[in-house]
């Protein structure tokens, strides 16, 4: 899968590494694999692969995670439209309908 870039150095993603557990739901919930999981630690991999849906902060189960959510889907349907990326965000993965 091609990984669309969407805030460049903008995304509102932060990461408390101290609180994380290391639990991996941030893994498993981010539709763009931004997180990788390395000695018991949460990692952002590539920041501007997140488009700030919100759902690895809404997981994480001890608070570790904080994204202003909703601004990268907009942002991704404005560059569709404009023929720079895919004209979805990716966040949802049900073929028979779109989050936004
Ligand atoms: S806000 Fe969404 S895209 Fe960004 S890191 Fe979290 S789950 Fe992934
Ligand atoms: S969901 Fe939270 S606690 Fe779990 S690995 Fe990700 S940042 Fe760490």
Known sequence: MREWRYLLNGSSLALDAETCIGCGSCVEVCPH???LVEAGKARIRDR???MECGACSRNCPVG??????????????IAGK???ASSGCGCSTDSSSSCC
């Open 33 to 35: 694999d931004v997180f």
């Open 48 to 50: 501007a692969l997140c």
């Open 64 to 77: 570790a995670l904080g994204v202003s959510s909703g601004v990268g889907c907009a942002a991704a349907i």
């Open 82 to 84: 404009r023929g720079l």
